[in-house]
Protein backbone atom coordinates (compact mmCIF):
# COMPACT_ATOMS: atom_id res chain seq x y z
CA UNK A 1 0.00 0.00 0.00
CA UNK A 2 3.22 2.50 0.66
CA UNK A 3 5.21 1.20 -2.01
CA UNK A 4 4.19 3.03 -4.89
CA UNK A 5 4.16 6.39 -3.08
CA UNK A 6 7.38 6.29 -2.11
CA UNK A 7 10.92 6.68 -3.88
CA UNK A 8 12.93 3.66 -2.30
CA UNK A 9 9.99 1.18 -2.20
CA UNK A 10 12.83 -1.59 -0.84
CA UNK A 11 13.55 0.39 2.23
CA UNK A 12 10.27 -0.31 3.65
CA UNK A 13 9.60 -2.29 6.29
CA UNK A 14 6.69 -3.26 8.58
CA UNK A 15 6.28 -4.37 11.81
CA UNK A 16 2.92 -5.51 12.62
CA UNK A 17 2.02 -6.61 16.69
CA UNK A 18 -1.09 -7.75 17.39
CA UNK A 19 -2.90 -8.00 20.76
CA UNK A 20 -6.14 -8.59 22.24
CA UNK A 21 -7.95 -5.27 21.04
CA UNK A 22 -5.28 -3.39 18.94
CA UNK A 23 -2.93 -4.39 16.27
CA UNK A 24 0.01 -1.59 15.97
CA UNK A 25 1.89 -1.16 12.97
CA UNK A 26 5.57 0.10 12.78
CA UNK A 27 6.43 0.96 9.41
CA UNK A 28 9.97 2.43 8.60
CA UNK A 29 11.21 4.21 5.55
CA UNK A 30 13.81 5.71 4.10
CA UNK A 31 14.56 9.03 5.52
CA UNK A 32 13.40 11.03 2.70
CA UNK A 33 10.53 9.28 2.30
CA UNK A 34 9.04 9.99 5.61
CA UNK A 35 7.88 13.17 4.53
CA UNK A 36 5.59 11.70 1.34
CA UNK A 37 4.22 8.97 4.06
CA UNK A 38 3.03 12.14 6.59
CA UNK A 39 2.41 13.81 3.74
CA UNK A 40 1.39 17.55 4.25
CA UNK A 41 -0.55 18.26 8.00
CA UNK A 42 0.09 14.29 8.37
CA UNK A 43 -2.75 13.72 4.98
CA UNK A 44 -1.27 11.05 3.94
CA UNK A 45 -0.63 9.31 7.47
CA UNK A 46 -4.43 10.13 8.17
CA UNK A 47 -5.38 8.05 5.14
CA UNK A 48 -3.12 5.43 5.70
CA UNK A 49 -4.23 5.12 9.35
CA UNK A 50 -8.39 5.42 7.66
CA UNK A 51 -8.20 2.55 5.12
CA UNK A 52 -6.11 0.18 8.01
CA UNK A 53 -8.65 0.48 10.11
CA UNK A 54 -11.96 -0.23 7.68
CA UNK A 55 -9.40 -3.28 7.37
CA UNK A 56 -9.21 -4.33 10.73
CA UNK A 57 -11.06 -6.61 12.34
CA UNK A 58 -14.39 -5.22 14.21
CA UNK A 59 -13.25 -3.68 17.85
CA UNK A 60 -9.62 -3.39 16.91
CA UNK A 61 -7.81 0.00 17.12
CA UNK A 62 -4.85 0.64 14.94
CA UNK A 63 -1.75 2.49 15.80
CA UNK A 64 0.70 3.55 13.13
CA UNK A 65 3.94 4.22 14.08
CA UNK A 66 6.30 5.74 10.80
CA UNK A 67 9.87 6.47 11.62
CA UNK B 1 8.68 -4.06 -24.95
CA UNK B 2 7.18 -0.94 -25.10
CA UNK B 3 8.04 0.73 -28.55
CA UNK B 4 9.02 -0.20 -32.13
CA UNK B 5 9.33 0.45 -35.47
CA UNK B 6 7.50 -1.07 -38.27
CA UNK B 7 6.78 -0.99 -41.70
CA UNK B 8 3.93 -1.14 -43.98
CA UNK B 9 2.90 -0.21 -47.67
CA UNK B 10 0.87 2.93 -46.13
CA UNK B 11 1.07 4.39 -42.73
CA UNK B 12 -1.99 2.90 -41.74
CA UNK B 13 -0.54 -0.42 -42.72
CA UNK B 14 2.50 0.10 -40.94
CA UNK B 15 0.83 1.21 -37.53
CA UNK B 16 -1.48 -1.75 -37.40
CA UNK B 17 1.50 -4.13 -37.81
CA UNK B 18 3.35 -2.21 -35.22
CA UNK B 19 -0.05 -2.91 -32.99
CA UNK B 20 -0.29 -6.22 -33.41
CA UNK B 21 3.56 -6.81 -32.89
CA UNK B 22 3.23 -4.86 -29.73
CA UNK B 23 -0.31 -6.19 -28.48
CA UNK B 24 -1.83 -2.86 -27.70
CA UNK B 25 -4.93 -0.57 -28.82
CA UNK B 26 -4.61 2.84 -30.26
CA UNK B 27 -5.72 4.97 -27.87
CA UNK B 28 -2.80 3.83 -25.92
CA UNK B 29 0.03 4.20 -28.02
CA UNK B 30 1.66 7.34 -29.60
CA UNK B 31 2.83 6.70 -33.64
CA UNK B 32 5.47 9.44 -35.09
CA UNK B 33 5.65 8.84 -38.85
CA UNK B 34 8.92 8.47 -39.67
CA UNK B 35 8.53 8.23 -43.50
CA UNK B 36 5.18 8.59 -45.46
CA UNK B 37 6.48 6.41 -48.16
CA UNK B 38 5.75 6.80 -51.54
CA UNK B 39 3.71 4.37 -54.64
CA UNK B 40 6.52 5.35 -56.86
CA UNK B 41 5.79 5.60 -60.21
CA UNK B 42 2.66 3.26 -61.66
CA UNK B 43 3.60 1.59 -58.53
CA UNK B 44 6.17 -0.10 -60.43
CA UNK B 45 9.35 2.06 -59.52
CA UNK B 46 10.90 3.86 -56.67
CA UNK B 47 8.01 2.57 -53.93
CA UNK B 48 9.28 3.07 -50.63
CA UNK B 49 7.35 1.24 -47.34
CA UNK B 50 6.31 3.89 -45.00
CA UNK B 51 7.91 3.72 -41.65
CA UNK B 52 6.47 4.37 -38.27
CA UNK B 53 7.21 4.44 -34.36
CA UNK B 54 4.84 3.34 -32.36
CA UNK B 55 5.34 4.10 -28.25
CA UNK B 56 2.91 2.94 -25.69
CA UNK B 57 1.89 5.74 -23.34
CA UNK B 58 2.30 4.87 -19.90
CA UNK B 59 -1.02 5.37 -18.68
CA UNK B 60 -0.37 7.29 -15.09
CA UNK B 61 -4.31 7.22 -14.60
CA UNK B 62 -4.35 3.28 -15.05
CA UNK B 63 -1.70 2.73 -13.01
CA UNK B 64 -3.70 4.60 -10.50
CA UNK B 65 -6.36 2.26 -10.84
CA UNK B 66 -4.15 -0.66 -10.51
CA UNK B 67 -2.85 1.35 -7.12
CA UNK B 68 -6.36 1.50 -5.93
CA UNK B 69 -7.55 -1.65 -6.86
CA UNK B 70 -4.39 -3.44 -5.10
CA UNK B 71 -5.42 -1.21 -2.09
CA UNK B 72 -8.95 -2.26 -1.90
CA UNK B 73 -8.37 -5.98 -2.91
CA UNK B 74 -7.19 -5.89 1.35
CA UNK B 75 -10.41 -4.48 2.11
CA UNK B 76 -12.83 -6.48 0.36
CA UNK B 77 -12.50 -8.97 -1.88
CA UNK B 78 -14.70 -8.34 -4.87
CA UNK B 79 -15.06 -5.08 -6.25
CA UNK B 80 -15.02 -3.51 -9.69
CA UNK B 81 -12.95 -0.34 -9.79
CA UNK B 82 -14.07 1.62 -13.03
CA UNK B 83 -12.85 5.24 -14.19
CA UNK B 84 -15.94 6.98 -14.66
CA UNK B 85 -14.99 10.75 -15.00
CA UNK B 86 -11.28 11.59 -17.26
CA UNK B 87 -10.39 15.04 -17.36
CA UNK B 88 -7.04 16.75 -17.13
CA UNK B 89 -6.80 17.32 -13.70
CA UNK B 90 -9.69 15.19 -12.50
CA UNK B 91 -10.27 11.37 -12.43
CA UNK B 92 -13.01 10.19 -10.36
CA UNK B 93 -13.31 6.24 -9.78
CA UNK B 94 -16.17 4.13 -9.05
CA UNK B 95 -16.30 1.28 -7.18
CA UNK B 96 -18.85 -1.43 -7.66
CA UNK B 97 -20.05 -4.73 -5.94
CA UNK B 98 -22.38 -5.85 -2.52
CA UNK B 99 -22.01 -4.47 0.67
CA UNK B 100 -19.52 -1.51 -0.08
CA UNK B 101 -19.89 -0.07 3.24
CA UNK B 102 -16.61 -0.83 4.86
CA UNK B 103 -14.96 0.82 1.63
CA UNK B 104 -16.86 4.09 2.42
CA UNK B 105 -16.74 4.47 5.89
CA UNK B 106 -18.07 6.43 9.01
CA UNK B 107 -19.25 9.78 6.87
CA UNK B 108 -17.25 8.64 3.94
CA UNK B 109 -14.66 8.38 5.74
CA UNK B 110 -12.47 5.49 3.70
CA UNK B 111 -13.24 6.91 0.62
CA UNK B 112 -11.52 10.39 1.30
CA UNK B 113 -8.64 8.30 2.60
CA UNK B 114 -8.07 5.97 -0.49
CA UNK B 115 -8.63 9.39 -2.48
CA UNK B 116 -6.06 10.82 -0.60
CA UNK B 117 -3.95 7.93 -1.05
CA UNK B 118 -4.53 7.84 -5.01
CA UNK B 119 -3.75 11.65 -5.26
CA UNK B 120 -0.38 10.89 -3.49
CA UNK B 121 0.28 8.08 -5.52
CA UNK B 122 -0.22 10.48 -8.77
CA UNK B 123 2.00 12.91 -7.00
CA UNK B 124 4.78 10.58 -7.12
CA UNK B 125 4.33 9.59 -10.52
CA UNK B 126 4.74 13.43 -11.63
CA UNK B 127 1.30 13.72 -12.01
CA UNK B 128 0.60 17.04 -10.14
CA UNK B 129 -2.12 18.63 -8.89
CA UNK B 130 -4.82 15.90 -10.04
CA UNK B 131 -8.27 15.85 -7.93
CA UNK B 132 -9.03 12.47 -7.60
CA UNK B 133 -12.83 11.54 -6.64
CA UNK B 134 -13.52 7.65 -5.72
CA UNK B 135 -16.85 6.91 -4.94
CA UNK B 136 -19.34 3.83 -4.29
CA UNK B 137 -23.35 3.07 -4.09
CA UNK B 138 -23.94 6.28 -5.08
CA UNK B 139 -22.32 7.67 -2.03
CA UNK B 140 -21.20 10.83 -3.25
CA UNK B 141 -24.68 12.20 -4.65
CA UNK B 142 -26.53 11.03 -1.63
CA UNK B 143 -24.00 12.98 0.53
CA UNK B 144 -24.26 16.20 -1.77
CA UNK B 145 -28.07 15.92 -1.28
CA UNK B 146 -27.34 15.72 2.55
CA UNK B 147 -24.98 18.58 2.54
CA UNK B 148 -27.62 20.86 0.83
CA UNK B 149 -30.11 20.02 3.13
CA UNK B 150 -28.03 20.73 5.80
CA UNK B 151 -26.63 24.08 4.43
CA UNK B 152 -30.26 25.12 3.86
CA UNK B 153 -31.48 24.19 7.64
CA UNK B 154 -28.31 25.87 8.77
CA UNK B 155 -28.60 29.23 6.64
CA UNK B 156 -32.55 29.95 7.84
CA UNK B 157 -31.51 28.65 11.34
CA UNK B 158 -28.73 31.66 11.00
CA UNK B 159 -31.45 33.97 9.80
CA UNK B 160 -34.05 33.48 12.40
CA UNK B 161 -31.92 33.74 15.69
CA UNK B 162 -29.43 36.16 13.68
CA UNK B 163 -26.37 33.74 14.82
CA UNK B 164 -22.99 32.72 13.44
CA UNK B 165 -24.09 28.60 13.21
CA UNK B 166 -21.00 26.82 12.75
CA UNK B 167 -21.06 23.38 11.23
CA UNK B 168 -19.13 19.85 12.36
CA UNK B 169 -15.78 19.62 10.68
CA UNK B 170 -15.49 18.76 7.28
CA UNK B 171 -13.43 18.17 3.93
CA UNK B 172 -12.73 20.79 1.30
CA UNK B 173 -15.00 18.71 -0.90
CA UNK B 174 -17.73 19.20 1.41
CA UNK B 175 -17.72 22.70 2.60
CA UNK B 176 -17.35 23.61 -1.14
CA UNK B 177 -20.71 22.05 -1.35
CA UNK B 178 -22.19 23.86 1.12
CA UNK B 179 -20.44 27.23 0.05
CA UNK B 180 -21.96 26.73 -3.66
CA UNK B 181 -25.37 25.99 -1.91
CA UNK B 182 -25.53 29.01 -0.06
CA UNK B 183 -23.74 31.26 -2.65
CA UNK B 184 -26.74 32.43 -4.47
CA UNK B 185 -28.35 33.34 -1.12
CA UNK B 186 -28.44 36.74 -0.61
CA UNK B 187 -29.51 37.45 3.23
CA UNK B 188 -26.49 34.54 4.05
CA UNK B 189 -22.78 34.44 4.72
CA UNK B 190 -20.59 31.60 4.68
CA UNK B 191 -17.01 31.37 5.98
CA UNK B 192 -14.69 28.69 6.73
CA UNK B 193 -12.53 28.69 9.82
CA UNK B 194 -10.02 26.76 12.16
CA UNK B 195 -7.04 24.60 10.92
CA UNK B 196 -7.31 21.19 8.70
CA UNK B 197 -8.43 18.93 9.19
CA UNK B 198 -11.08 20.36 11.29
CA UNK B 199 -11.56 22.65 9.38
CA UNK B 200 -15.48 24.14 9.65
CA UNK B 201 -17.96 26.40 8.04
CA UNK B 202 -19.99 29.12 9.94
CA UNK B 203 -22.88 30.79 7.68
CA UNK B 204 -24.36 33.59 9.31
CA UNK B 205 -26.55 35.88 8.27
CA UNK B 206 -24.89 39.07 5.77
CA UNK B 207 -23.94 41.55 7.32
CA UNK B 208 -23.25 45.36 5.42
CA UNK B 209 -20.08 45.74 4.42
CA UNK B 210 -18.30 48.88 5.14
CA UNK B 211 -16.13 49.95 2.31
CA UNK B 212 -13.38 52.52 2.84
Redesign the interface.
Known amino acids: ?VA????FPEQIVVYEQEEQHKVTYQLHVHESDIG?VI?K?G??A??????L???ADYGKRIYLDIR | MNQLTARGKTVDDAIQSALQQLQAAKEDVEVTIIDEGSKGFLRLFGAKPAVVKVVIKTDVMKAAKA?LE??IR??HPNVQVEITTRKKKHVMFTLSGENLG??I?KRG??L??????VE??LH?QKAYHVTVTVDAEGYRLKRRETLEKLAVNAASKALALQKAIPLEPMPASERKIIHAALHKQQDVETDSKG???NRYLIIQPSQEKSWQ
Not at chain 2, 112 to 117: F, G, I, K, Y
Open positions: MPLVDKGDRNRALRAVRAG | YSVHLILGQTNALEQLQFQKEP
